[in-house]
């Protein structure tokens, strides 16, 4: 009996294949005595039901992690052997070693992120490996959660669940749990990008007068669209009440946020990261917030993921912390699983691949 279980979704015979049925087979005996002409496709991960079944569907070769965890490394190591395609979560590393044990005949690797930093590009273009991605439908999702990550730790929602749960609330305080609000204030986004214009469009909603940014350039119409202003870092961070990062992780935004820059930020300041968490050096952030240095912080990404619970963030009262949720809506976790599906046909099928990285 196998210590794991692959979910092998593999038309046995060609009777099979053309009938479409799928089987769920042990994966050593699956790879003993099942012959199968069909391309093989590895998913580091089921998908959401409606992109899943029509995964399924097709007359693939389809090697799945079933279970609510990754797919281990190394079966992923021996699983991607002889694929032609890949389908990887944010939270899968696809190094060179991953790429190189694949074969020469991966085509694509298609992951279910608008991030690919955790994707080892310069090997995948050497081995003309198209990379897919997700960009683009999931910026409502992940502007949504920006907000309610912002809104929490301007008002203290995590110490206010809590009293509320523990009998902490007593009575009414007027002075108790009192945070900040957003009339008149000033916004930072970093990273001006989708995400970035989406955040600020729904800030500025909450009563948001000025919009700063900063990134790779000055983007003009945002002038017209949002009276934003394209800024240096460190003006940004002198002149924010609210400083959102949004822009994705390159070897310029790595470790950007460091107690230098905290430091420059104002007291009432409250800083929410929904990029990556190496944007920050997390180890600053803990510091910056226990000296006082901002008002709060919000984040839906860390270093690691998950975050081991003795993290000292998760004692802090005036951090928010979600686990990775940007762009968890049930919409929005089926429209990136369809794009996945979309990219490996085309790659299968010799087409240009619809959402892939230029
Ligand atoms: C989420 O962080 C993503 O990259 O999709």
């Not at 998913?43 to 097709?58: C, G, I, N, V």
């Not at 460091?258 to 920050?280: C, E, L, Q």
């Amino acid at each position: 009996m196998n210590a794991f279980r692959l979910l092998n979704i593999r038309a046995a015979s060609s009777a099979l294949r053309t009938s479409r049925q799928c089987k769920v087979i042990p994966v050593r005996a699956f790879h003993q005595s099942v012959p199968s002409l069909a391309a093989k496709v590895v998913s580091t991960r089921k998908l959401l039901p409606e992109s899943q079944a029509r995964l399924e569907a097709q007359d693939l070769d389809l090697v799945q992690w079933p279970e609510e965890r990754s797919m281990p490394r190394d079966l992923l190591l021996k699983e991607i052997k002889g694929a032609e395609a890949l389908i990887c979560m944010l939270s899968d590393k696809i190094d060179k070693e991953i790429l190189e044990a694949a074969g020469p005949q991966l085509k694509l690797v298609t992951t279910m992120s608008v991030g690919f930093d955790h994707i080892d590009l310069e090997t995948a273009r050497k081995n003309d490996i198209t990379i897919g991605y997700t960009p683009g439908v999931l910026t409502d999702a992940t502007a949504d959660l920006t907000v309610l990550l912002t809104l929490a730790a301007a008002r203290h929602m995590k110490q206010g669940i809590r009293a509320a749960e523990t009998g902490e609330w007593t009575e009414f305080r007027p002075d108790w749990l009192c945070g900040y609000q957003f009339t008149n204030k000033t916004l930072g986004v970093v990273g001006m990008g989708r995400i970035g214009e989406a955040v600020a469009r729904r800030l500025k909603a909450f009563g948001i007068n000025r919009v700063l940014y900063w990134g790779r350039k000055e983007k003009p119409a945002l002038k017209e669209s949002l009276n934003a202003e394209f800024s240096t870092f460190d003006n940004l961070l002198a002149e924010s009440d609210y400083v959102v990062t949004c822009c994705s992780l390159t070897p310029d935004t790595k470790d950007l946020f460091d107690y230098n820059a905290f430091s420059k930020m104002k007291k009432n300041a409250i800083f929410v990261n929904i990029s990556r968490g190496a944007v920050v050096q997390q180890d600053d952030l803990i510091r910056a917030l226990e000296d006082n240095l901002i008002a709060g912080a919000g984040l839906d990404v860390m270093t690691p993921e998950p975050l081991p619970l003795d993290n000292k963030l998760f004692k802090l009262k005036n951090c928010v912390i979600l686990p990775h949720i940007g762009s968890a809506t049930i919409e929005t976790r089926e429209t990136m699983g369809q794009m996945c599906v979309d990219n490996v046909l085309a790659a299968l099928n010799n087409k240009p691949v619809p959402y892939a990285l230029k």
